[in-house]
């Protein structure tokens, strides 16, 4: 039986909107925490991707060592070596480069807001893992590395802020990707990009699990450690919905709970049920035109919330290591109710 049949009896029932995003019954808000006493460098956003194209093509080698002081990581090679020279001299003539780089230097002309934006998530890392290091930042043209928008080394983060162009930015649509993905390529999405490349500073290595129930609560860890990180941001922008995707989750949580439970899902091991739950995509196929997709990360998600209001003492630290998928959803009482 496809995943489509299973799930086409959905649409049968009538769906009334019930208030429920992981409500917390009247208990503290446990990611509401005091961060006045955690002391952090305010976050400088290097602006490799302005300044590289400042330099003057008829002297490159003389403009790039004026260039290496502040930017070590991107000019730490032999830069009289011909054949580097060369190299960087394409990289900064390339038409498409040129024009990510105009595109980024009107919108992105002046970047306080999102220098504050992550000092915040920041000082919440650190309040979250004292000792933990806090990366330099450096923003550059990719040239549409779009499946890496943000990408840690070591402790630099680097931000591809040409990902970050909006929707009207002609050439995501010319490179052919999709307007689920176009749709959420907002200066929005920046500080949970950048947040998400961090995880793996915490929680190296880590497998997605090997049936439903283990990939949506790997998930939903994920997705809450973002809350943490930015607990001010609306949760539709923290896991990449639209307003709409994420009101109608609120509204069907139920139904698409009692579709894992009364088929038997949860433990599955089938790949097409694993996609259909927690693959990206415009929709959930198997529900709606109007559901969002990764249905099983949301799921996840409320999982991982319910636990944590319900086990004060665990940490977050504690709940990215911890294995016992079981043991987090009994641990959540997670059930969600019909209206």
Same mark, same amino acid.
Request: hydrophobic fraction near 40%.
């Given at each position: ?27 503290? #808000? ?18 490799y991707?302005?300044?590289? +194209? ?10 790039l ?7 070590? +990581?991107?000019?730490e ?6 054949k580097n ?14 024009? +990510? ?42 040239? %549409? ?8 080394a070591?402790?630099v983060?680097l931000?591809g802020?040409?990902n ?9 649509v010319?490179?052919?990707l ?5 749709e959420?390529?907002?200066?929005d ?10 995880? !793996? ?9 090997? !049936? ?14 973002l ?12 896991? %990449? ?10 509204? #069907?949580?139920a ?7 009364? !088929? ?6 089938? %790949?097409a ?5 927690m ?9 709606s035109?109007e559901?969002?997709p ?15 209001t #319900? ?9 990215l290591?911890? !294995?016992?998928?079981q043991k987090?959803?009994?641990g ?8």
């Amino acid at each position: 039986m496809t995943s489509r049949k299973i799930f086409w009896w959905i649409s049968a029932f009538s769906l009334f909107a019930w208030i429920s995003l992981g409500s917390c019954s009247g208990k503290r #808000n446990r990611l509401k925490v005091d961060i006045t006493h955690v002391r952090i460098p305010e976050v400088v956003i290097h602006r490799y991707d302005l300044d590289l +194209f400042k330099v003057d093509i008829r002297d490159l080698q003389s403009g790039l060592e004026r260039l290496r002081p502040d930017f070590r +990581f991107f000019l730490e090679t032999d830069l009289s070596d011909p054949k580097n020279l060369s190299e960087m001299k394409s990289y900064l003539l390339n038409p498409r480069n040129i024009e +990510f780089h105009a595109a980024v230097a009107r919108k992105y002309r002046d970047v306080g807001i999102l220098e504050s934006e992550l000092t915040g998530a920041l000082r919440h890392y650190r309040y979250y893992f004292p000792g933990s290091r806090i990366p330099r930042v450096y923003a550059y043209i990719s040239g %549409g590395t779009y499946n890496l928008p943000v990408q840690m080394a070591d402790s630099v983060m680097l931000i591809g802020l040409d990902n970050y162009l909006g929707k009207e930015f002609k050439p995501y649509v010319a490179d052919g990707l999709p307007a689920y993905r176009v749709e959420r390529m907002n200066s929005d999405r920046v500080v949970p990009d950048c947040m998400r490349a961090l995880i !793996n500073s915490v929680r190296p290595g880590q497998l997605p699990g090997n !049936n439903l129930l283990e990939q949506m609560i790997e998930a939903g860890k994920g997705v809450y450690f973002l809350e943490a990180l930015i607990p001010g941001h609306p949760a539709h922008l923290i896991i %990449g919905y639209t307003e709409k995707q994420e009101a109608w989750i609120e509204k #069907n949580e139920a139904y698409v709970w009692a579709a894992i439970i009364d !088929n038997r899902l949860l433990f599955s091991t089938d %790949g097409a049920i694993i996609r259909a739950f927690m693959s990206d995509g415009p929709f959930t196929a198997e529900f709606s035109k109007e559901s969002p997709p990764r249905l099983g990360e949301w799921i996840g998600w409320q999982i991982v919330r319910k636990f944590m209001t #319900n086990n004060p003492d665990e940490t977050l630290r504690e709940l990215l290591s911890e !294995n016992d998928f079981q043991k987090i959803l009994n641990g959540s009482g997670y059930k969600p109710e019909k209206p």
